[in-house]
């Protein structure tokens, strides 16, 4: 009997720190709004989305020995995570991610503490060995240290190993190894740098892809907010795909990651290029959509009822 396929994602597990404006926010100032604490984490919230798509997902990571660790391992499991392989680290703080929101939802600012992942030892990857090689898919966070993200690109073998770079300073970290990573979601500044080439025209789409591809990158995503996002791959295939813009967004913050999340999905079921992209756009869509970074209600029949409402 063949096993059922399975998820690795190695990176970050942050609690998150919401704080929402009222109104415009006043600078040097405290702004009456609401606060709210949820557990987050670029690759923890990849695998709570894939969790809840129906995908078997499995953390490595590390936290602390402090309240904000006891809260990221119980509500990650709670959510139907694996975090058997997450370490503890008794006298550490954990990881933790303050954003500041606009009234809209929008990001207004952020600060975030992961040096806990400094902590993450290369010996305790090189364990894990079995585990990486076994995997469908292995989601790398770009918030890990470069010599770990380096170490996890030779541990990983034939494991595709995805990646979202999230920032442009992560991009430019990832610059020198980005053709080692099977697939890649940038969005258009991020493919900039990956690229090194101005992406900035929807002319400059292709060729910017095309470029990553020729460095070794198997699959490339470029999410392009409100415009959608387009997709290439080793194969020629160019595509580019929208769905009905959101007119009222709750949180913006999780919408990359369910995007991702969408996009393993489809990799480890074998789906068709254009259903994935679809799925990928209508995760995020989902995801905006929900107070919550990760939306408690993501699962693929949601996602197919929003493909179908929202198509173009």
């Given at each position: 009997?063949t096993?059922s396929?399975?998820?690795?994602?190695v990176?970050?597990?942050?609690?998150?720190?919401?704080?929402?404006?009222r109104?415009?926010?006043?600078?040097?100032?405290?702004?009456p709004?609401?606060?709210?604490?949820s557990?987050g984490g670029?690759?923890r919230?990849i695998?709570?989305n894939?969790?809840?798509?129906?995908?078997?997902a499995?953390?490595v990571?590390?936290?602390?020995?402090?309240?904000?660790?006891?809260?990221?391992?119980a509500?990650?499991a709670a959510a139907?995570?694996?975090?058997?392989?997450?370490?503890?680290?008794p006298?550490?703080?954990?990881s933790t991610y303050?954003?500041?929101l606009?009234?809209?939802g929008?990001?207004?600012?952020a600060?975030s503490?992961?040096?806990?992942l400094a902590?993450?030892?290369?010996a305790y990857?090189a364990?894990?060995?079995p585990?990486?090689?076994?995997?469908a898919?292995?989601?790398?966070?770009?918030?890990?240290?470069e010599?770990?993200?380096l170490?996890?690109?030779?541990?990983?073998?034939?494991t595709?190993?995805?990646?979202?770079?999230?920032s442009?300073?992560?991009?430019r970290?990832?610059?020198?190894?980005v053709?080692?990573?099977?697939t890649?979601?940038?969005?258009r500044m991020?493919?900039?740098i990956?690229?090194?080439m101005?992406?900035?025209e929807?002319a400059?789409l292709?060729?910017a892809?095309?470029r990553?591809l020729?460095?070794g990158?198997r699959?490339?995503?470029?999410?392009l907010g409100?415009e959608g996002c387009c997709?290439?791959?080793?194969?020629?295939?160019?595509?580019?795909?929208?769905?009905?813009?959101?007119?009222?967004?709750?949180n913006?913050?999780?919408a990359g990651?369910?995007?991702?999340?969408?996009t393993i999905?489809?990799?480890?079921h074998?789906?068709?290029?254009e259903?994935?992209l679809?799925?990928?756009?209508a995760a995020?869509?989902v995801?905006i959509r929900?107070?919550?970074?990760?939306s408690?209600?993501?699962?693929?029949?949601?996602l197919r009822e929003t493909?179908?409402?929202d198509?173009l």
């Amino acid at each position: 009997m063949t096993p059922s396929p399975y998820i690795v994602g190695v990176g970050a597990a942050n609690a998150d720190i919401h704080g929402r404006s009222r109104a415009a926010v006043n600078l040097r100032d405290s702004n009456p709004g609401t606060m709210r604490v949820s557990v987050g984490g670029v690759t923890r919230n990849i695998l709570e989305n894939a969790a809840r798509l129906g995908l078997d997902a499995r953390l490595v990571s590390a936290v602390g020995g402090d309240v904000f660790g006891r809260l990221i391992l119980a509500r990650s499991a709670a959510a139907g995570m694996d975090v058997s392989n997450v370490l503890v680290l008794p006298d550490a703080a954990s990881s933790t991610y303050m954003t500041v929101l606009e009234p809209s939802g929008e990001m207004f600012v952020a600060v975030s503490d992961m040096s806990i992942l400094a902590q993450l030892p290369e010996a305790y990857l090189a364990e894990r060995v079995p585990l990486l090689h076994g995997a469908a898919a292995i989601a790398c966070d770009p918030s890990l240290p470069e010599e770990t993200i380096l170490h996890l690109l030779a541990l990983a073998g034939k494991t595709p190993v995805f990646v979202d770079p999230v920032s442009t300073a992560y991009a430019r970290k990832l610059l020198p190894h980005v053709g080692r990573f099977h697939t890649v979601k940038p969005n258009r500044m991020e493919l900039s740098i990956l690229a090194e080439m101005d992406a900035g025209e929807d002319a400059a789409l292709k060729p910017a892809i095309a470029r990553l591809l020729e460095k070794g990158c198997r699959r490339v995503y470029v999410t392009l907010g409100p415009e959608g996002c387009c997709y290439g791959d080793d194969s020629g295939l160019f595509l580019r795909a929208k769905l009905r813009p959101i007119v009222r967004m709750e949180n913006a913050t999780g919408a990359g990651d369910a995007f991702t999340a969408a996009t393993i999905y489809g990799h480890v079921h074998a789906l068709p290029p254009e259903e994935t992209l679809n799925l990928a756009l209508a995760a995020g869509s989902v995801a905006i959509r929900s107070a919550e970074t990760v939306s408690p209600e993501m699962s693929i029949p949601l996602l197919r009822e929003t493909i179908l409402r929202d198509s173009l």
